[in-house]
């Protein structure tokens, strides 16, 4: 039998659906809803659904005619058993960070991606480049992290040497840019929580795949 939500929730999710219209609306100035953003902050569950969806959308497919530039050490040999959003769950309930560090790791793929066109996101590499974007932004972002050792047995590294050379190459792949500013933040915080609410809107909001146009610089 379906249950019907209770007024207090009804009320929560029209304020919420206010507050992120009003984000829809303001386009040209992400700024203008800073004050609401607890108001229309994600739950684990919806943020989890969130990355693990924008991180199926912006994977492709391994396909031999491009030239990969991604280094080889980001790559499995075969596609992994845990699929995206099982990955995505498991680091977000071992991890213990701020919400802030998954939104930000997609940001730095995204980085990597509008570098070089051939920075393509595969089954191949896709967990290990997650994973280490989520290290880098826990260290960057969080007042605390676990050591490099913890990380590797949560991420299924094979362990310190690993995590390490990985930590090393995508420092280099985003040129040690890992500072995120503001706007950029809340600009793929507003992808996320559209692809976790039902509103219909003449404006159409996909996840970022060019940084470029995002980004507030």
């Known amino acids: ?15 919420r659906t206010k507050v992120f219209v009003s984000y829809c609306m303001a386009m040209d100035s992400v700024l203008a ?7 229309i902050r994600l739950t684990g569950s919806e943020l989890v659904s969130a990355v693990g969806e924008a991180l199926e959308r912006a994977c492709g497919v391994d396909d031999e005619d491009f030239d990969a530039m991604i280094p080889l ?3 499995g ?5 845990m699929g995206v959003r099982k990955y995505v769950l498991r680091l977000y309930e071992y991890l213990d960070c701020s919400d802030v560090a998954f939104t930000t790791a997609l940001i730095y793929l995204d980085r ?7 920075n393509r996101l595969t089954p191949l590499n896709l967990h290990r480049l997650f994973a ?32 390490n050379q990985l930590e090393a190459l995508f420092l280099s792949m985003v040129d040690f ?6 706007k950029e933040y809340y600009f793929y915080k507003m992808h996320l929580i559209q692809s ?11 996840f970022c795949t060019s940084p470029v146009a995002c980004s507030a610089a």
């Open 177 to 182: 840019r890992v500072g995120v500013s503001e």
């Open 196 to 206: 976790q609410m039902e509103i219909p809107t003449h404006t159409s909001i996909e």
């Open 73 to 75: 050490s980001f790559y």
């Open 33 to 39: 809803c800073y004050e609401d953003q607890e108001l």
């Open 112 to 118: 990597i991606q509008a570098s070089n066109k051939n």
């Open 132 to 163: 280490t974007a989520v290290l880098v932004a826990i260290k960057y972002h969080d007042d605390e992290h676990f050591s490099n050792e913890y990380y590797a047995q949560v991420f299924g590294m094979k362990g310190l040497e690993e995590i």
């Open 77 to 81: 040999t075969h596609k992994q058993s």
């Open 1 to 15: 039998m379906i249950q019907r939500p209770g007024r207090e929730e009804e009320l929560v999710r029209l304020e």
